[in-house]
């Protein structure tokens, strides 16, 4: 008896997101350079140093987005764990030989290059509990055989972020990666344990370095308006301020140079909005919205447990970062150091990100979305797609 072997059949990506994300990259150009121009006049003598870079970054950016794109995601599935252990040994490294930026040690520095091991480490967790999620089913509910095991791979890896110092990131690691736990169907009251022991150690790690301290005060107004804890977040609000409803026009920020400092990278947003406006970083954030509500589709029309749960983590951490990000800009919470995806300078979050969203439209075209045209003859039916066994992974 002869036997068929099956292919999946390829279908079209998700265009609304691709553009949306295209449209970022692009518009953060000019919002980079305008951010930038001053800055690097002073310091390089070229108002453009920094745009040339971040140019570079963007088109690596769209390089690893469509490599994403053309590798099917179910092959990472029996990578994860490798890859994981790979991104673990980055940030030991980083500890031990990286170098000290701002009194903190997250980059390693190699050929003249800046690598920041803790954006791809956070991005080879979430495919890591992915895999395990859909891998061992039911079983997340038994807690030592299923719940547990995350957990140490969660805490590790969030320890060695938190060590470099990188409170911001640390903490989105743990909150993403619980998300995907909660919808993974653990059991609420071994979350709500998880939570309980790690909110603890949070705010003892907060309060043993002032300058985390001093601004968790300040956020809270105990000490509002004083030094320079609320100096970048004040001039920020201000940016938003004389932005009003169309903003001050391309390029004709006054806060960029004087007053706001590094304004290209965290409080990227600052300067969306003075210059562009309220409409402005409204649009902005209507395109992060398009990513989110698509990207929450393509979990719905995922085939198999391994897509749904990869296309819910990969949107969730896009769109939560730029949430904080634009909240952080507003003065809604805490100044953190978390870029806003596609649109701050910066090339490690830019090119991780990127591949993430590149394996996001690579389960779209798996699911029955935007399905090809196909022409059969007379009487054949279409075959579905045969599903694959899933690994073990520990």
Request: charged share 15%; net charge positive; aromatic share 12%.
């Amino acid at each position: 008896m002869s036997s068929l072997t099956v292919k999946s059949r390829q279908n079209h990506i998700d265009l609304p997101t691709l553009i949306a994300v295209l449209v970022l990259m692009v518009l953060s150009l000019g919002i980079v350079y305008s951010a930038s121009a001053g800055w690097a006049m002073q310091k390089f003598g070229e108002s453009n140093r920094l745009l040339n870079s971040h140019a570079l970054k963007i088109l690596v950016g769209i390089v690893a987005l469509f490599a994403g794109v053309t590798i099917d995601y179910r092959k990472y599935r029996k990578l994860t764990k490798p890859v994981l252990l790979g991104a673990i040994g980055l940030l030991l490294v980083t500890l031990l030989l990286g170098g000290e930026l701002k009194g903190a040690t997250r980059w390693i520095q190699f050929a003249g290059f800046g690598f920041q091991p803790s954006e791809f480490a956070k991005f080879a967790l979430l495919f890591h509990l992915c895999s395990l999620i859909a891998a061992k089913g039911e079983a997340i509910k038994d807690f030592k055989r299923g719940f547990l095991p995350m957990i140490i791979w969660i805490g590790l890896v969030s320890l060695l972020v938190l060590l470099q110092p990188n409170f911001s990131t640390g903490t989105m690691i743990v909150v993403v990666s619980l998300i995907i736990l909660f919808v993974g169907r653990a059991r609420l009251h071994h979350l709500f344990l998880a939570v309980m022991y790690m909110v603890p150690l949070l705010i003892a790690y907060v309060i043993s370095a002032p300058y985390r301290l001093a601004r968790i005060q300040s956020f809270l107004g105990t000490q509002w308006g004083s030094g320079r804890v609320n100096y970048q977040l004040w001039q920020g609000i201000i940016g938003f301020g004389n932005g009003g409803l169309l903003g001050l026009g391309p390029g004709e920020s006054k806060q960029r140079d004087l007053f706001l400092p590094e304004s290209y990278g965290d409080f990227v947003f600052s300067i969306v909005g003075e210059e562009y406006g309220f409409l402005g970083t409204m649009f902005f954030m209507t395109l992060f919205f398009l990513i989110m509500i698509r990207g929450f589709k393509i979990a719905k029309h995922a085939h198999e447990e391994f897509g749904r749960l990869l296309a819910l983590g990969i949107t969730c951490t896009v769109t939560v970062y730029a949430l904080v990000n634009a909240s952080v800009s507003l003065g809604i919470l805490p100044t953190t150091g978390l870029p806003m995806p596609f649109v701050s300078y910066g090339g490690s979050s830019l090119v991780f990100s990127s591949f993430a969203v590149g394996a996001l439209l690579n389960i779209s075209a798996q699911t029955d979305l935007h399905p090809r045209s196909t022409r059969l003859p007379d009487g054949v039916l279409p075959v579905e797609p045969l599903q694959e066994q899933s690994p073990k992974v520990y």
